[in-house]
């Protein structure tokens, strides 16, 4: 706590990778969340139909009733989505199955890759900073997130074949760039899942830092059972058990966030 809360145009953050399983909504639920608990009024928006970062916030995904897809698709506004979370200041944008039909309705609609960078304008007064969860997939969905975005963080496991793939995310970021939000940028990447016993780890790494340069995080989570063991109990790291190295590695992200954007 202590820092200054500071009144302007929310930054919007897209939190972003194609390949699941690499560590990207833990990543949206725990920079958000501690964010949130250093003082900082923080929103979450989640666009992935799978609901992750709902369930992980403590929101029960299957009693959701209205959720972004009635923002994308209905025209709600996201004032009537919003729920508080167990978190002080941080909120949610929650998702639900029904997302899963928007890949196919957004076809033929208009602007359909500027639908949440509309419906984004009503509450981004309100907030420091809004985190997007996108879908683990280069979709209409992702596109959205990116469209609505001022930059997006990529996590990146610390595994074979780490970065690939990693050129069709970055082809779909400079599309987006080009085309519909020539102001995106690259927030950073977050290496994930690390394993510091074994080689592998320490190539990726050094593989990750030659082809992102210093847009490769100091900190570097490593694989804990006790993130992964978080998101069932419904809550942040933070909240489940805060001496964690899960929950000091997060700390550390949030440390050097603040530090690159105030």
């Known amino acids: 706590m202590g820092y200054r809360q500071v009144f302007r145009m929310a930054k919007v953050i897209s939190i972003c990778n194609q390949k699941g399983g690499v560590g990207k909504t833990t990543t949206a639920i725990?920079?958000?969340?501690?964010?949130?608990?250093?003082?900082?009024?923080?929103?979450?928006?989640?666009?992935?139909?799978?609901?992750?970062?709902?369930?992980?916030?403590?929101?029960?995904?299957?009693?959701?009733?209205?959720?972004?897809?009635?923002?994308?698709?209905?025209?709600?506004?996201?004032?009537?989505?919003?729920?508080?979370?167990?978190?002080?200041?941080?909120?949610l944008v929650p998702s639900n199955i029904g997302l899963t039909g928007a890949e196919v309705e957004l076809v033929n609609e208009p602007n359909r890759e500027q639908r949440l960078r509309d419906v984004l304008g009503s509450v981004r007064e309100r907030y420091k900073y809004i985190f997007i969860d996108c879908p683990p997939s280069l979709s209409l969905l992702t596109v959205n997130g990116l469209t609505a975005s001022d930059s997006v963080t990529?996590?990146?496991?610390?595994?074979?074949?780490?970065?690939?793939?990693?050129?069709?995310?970055?082809?779909?970021?400079?599309l987006v760039k080009r085309n519909l939000n020539p102001s995106l940028e690259i927030e950073g990447v977050l290496l994930t899942m690390a394993d510091f016993r074994t080689n592998l780890s320490r190539q990726v790494i050094a593989e990750a830092k030659r082809f992102f340069k210093d847009k490769v995080y100091e900190t570097i989570v490593p694989r804990s059972i006790r993130l992964s063991e978080a998101p069932g109990f419904g809550q942040p790291i933070f909240l489940y058990d805060n001496n964690s190295v899960g929950a000091r590695k997060y700390s550390e992200l949030v440390r050097e966030f603040i530090e690159k954007n105030g």
């Not at 992935?48 to 992980?56: K, R």
């Not at 990529?154 to 400079?174: H, K, M």
């Open 30 to 91: 725990n920079l958000s969340s501690g964010l949130a608990l250093e003082g900082f009024k923080t929103l979450l928006i989640d666009i992935d139909p799978q609901s992750n970062a709902t369930g992980g916030l403590g929101i029960d995904k299957g009693s959701v009733g209205d959720s972004i897809y009635d923002a994308l698709m209905h025209g709600l506004s996201l004032e009537e989505l919003i729920v508080p979370t167990p978190t002080q200041n941080l909120d």
């Open 154 to 174: 990529i996590p990146l496991q610390c595994e074979y074949y780490a970065l690939e793939g990693i050129s069709q995310l970055l082809e779909t970021i400079n």
